[in-house]
Each structure stands twice: as structure tokens, then as C-alpha cells.
């Protein structure tokens, strides 16, 4: 079975760092493109990254360009979001989901990251 | 940045009634759209992909129509684990989507 899970979220101060986590297990991450999508309280769901299958093509929505920045370790078969210089409107639920011929077929529960001092 | 507007934000029905969701596009996104279904505590869950097309386990009372800027969700005969969030996902210019606000379908 396809699941995803999402770690590393937490509480942080304006202008910290945080990393995000998200294991896959029933299917290899280098088969697939994965993203991040997030949700804000009281706000819609928005398409954050995306990172191609060859692991090396990255595209970031406007709003988190230069301060995120997607990966994967394909020997731990995990996603990763690192979030630098975070501010109050980076807090959201933050999930993974994985990409097939555009549709996100699977998502994570999410992590919530509380950006706040 | 292509805008989705979901309507109405609430449907309030009874059980074994047809729910018509709607989702109209800010401009034509031709074939790019998908509709999920999300329940409290679980993650979104793929339902129509390519404006019609059921995804995998899908049942047949789900169906997915439109074209252009205008698409609609028919739920043909609600079951009662239909009640729950609706939200349309456009993707026109991958990787780069926008999602609607959503339609909650609730027990009259």
C-alpha cells in the first residue's frame, strides 16, 4: 500500500529553520515527481514545490522561492522540505503528496508548522 | 495565477439525494482538473482526474463533467461516507496549480 508520512513540524520564531520529513513506503520515490502543498488556518490549500523524478528538477511557487528548498534521499526513501528564514504566513499544515501525470494520487496527513514568537 | 472558484461553499442534503459541486476557472485550463474529497483527520483523497476520469476504487456514483472554465462534481446518490469536503485542483501549467476554496457537503 502507498502511504506517506509526514514528520519534523513544530513551533518556531519568525526568521528560524525547519526541516520537513516525508517517508514513503510502497513505492520508490525516484519513480515519482513529489510535492508539497500547504494550508494555512482558515485558507485554502497551495502547491508549494515540486521535485521531478530524475531527483534534480525543483519549481517553487513565488511565495517560498529562495528561502525552501526540496530534496530526497532515495536510500531512506524520503522527501524533504527545508524552510529557511520562516515567517507568520509560513504557518500551515504542511503535506506531501506524490505526483502522477499531474494529479496528486496520494497525500500525507501532514505536519503543522507554527511559525510564531 | 488561475483562480478556482467552488460553489456554493456549503450543500446541504440527506442521504441518497444527487449533489451537484461546481467549480468555475478564471480562464480555460482545458483538461486539468481533478476533484478530492477530504474528511476531518484523514489526508485529501483523488477522485476524478482529467475532468472525468475515476480514480482507482472510485465508485461510479462520482462523476466528473465540463470544459474550458466550467466543471461540475455529481455525486449521483449520496452514501453516507459522501459528507465531507470537496475541493477542485487545476494544473493547467504543471507543476504550478491552484485549488479551489472547497464545497462541504453536509447532512441536511
Known amino acids: 500500500e502507498v502511504q506517506l508520512l509526514e514528520s519534523g513540524g513544530d513551533l518556531v520564531q519568525p526568521g528560524g529553520s525547519l526541516r520537513l520529513s516525508c517517508a514513503a513506503t510502497?513505492?520508490?520515490?525516484?519513480?515519482?515527481?513529489m510535492n508539497w502543498v500547504r494550508q494555512a488556518p482558515g485558507k485554502g490549500l497551495e502547491w508549494v514545490s515540486t521535485?521531478?523524478?530524475?531527483?534534480?528538477?525543483?519549481y517553487y511557487a513565488d511565495s517560498v522561492k529562495g528561502r525552501f528548498t526540496i530534496s530526497r534521499d532515495s536510500s531512506q526513501n524520503t522527501l524533504y522540505l527545508q524552510m529557511n528564514s520562516l515567517g507568520v504566513e509560513d504557518t500551515a499544515v504542511y503535506h506531501c503528496?506524490?505526483?502522477?501525470?499531474?494529479?496528486?494520487?496520494?497525500w500525507g496527513q501532514g505536519t503543522l508548522v507554527t511559525v510564531s514568537s | 495565477e488561475i483562480v478556482l472558484t467552488q460553489s456554493p461553499a456549503t450543500l446541504s442534503l440527506s442521504p441518497g439525494n444527487r449533489a451537484t459541486l461546481s467549480c468555475r476557472a478564471s480562464?480555460?485550463?482545458?483538461?486539468?482538473l481533478a476533484w478530492y474529497q477530504r474528511k476531518p483527520g484523514q489526508p485529501p483523497r483523488l477522485l476524478i482526474y482529467?475532468?472525468?476520469n475515476r480514480a482507482t476504487g472510485i465508485p461510479a456514483r462520482f462523476s466528473g463533467s465540463g470544459s474550458g472554465t466550467d466543471f461540475t462534481l455529481t455525486i449521483s446518490s449520496l452514501e453516507p461516507e459522501d459528507f465531507a469536503v470537496y475541493f477542485c485542483?487545476?494544473?493547467?501549467?504543471?507543476?504550478?496549480?491552484?485549488f479551489g476554496q472547497g464545497t462541504k457537503v453536509e447532512i441536511k
Open positions: 503528496a506524490r505526483d502522477v501525470k499531474g494529479v496528486f494520487d496520494c
Open positions: 510502497g513505492f520508490a520515490l525516484s519513480t515519482s515527481a
Open positions: 521535485l521531478g523524478s530524475s531527483g534534480t528538477d525543483t
Open positions: 480562464q480555460s485550463i482545458s483538461s486539468s
Open positions: 482529467g475532468v472525468s
Open positions: 485542483h487545476q494544473r493547467s501549467s504543471w507543476p504550478r496549480g491552484t
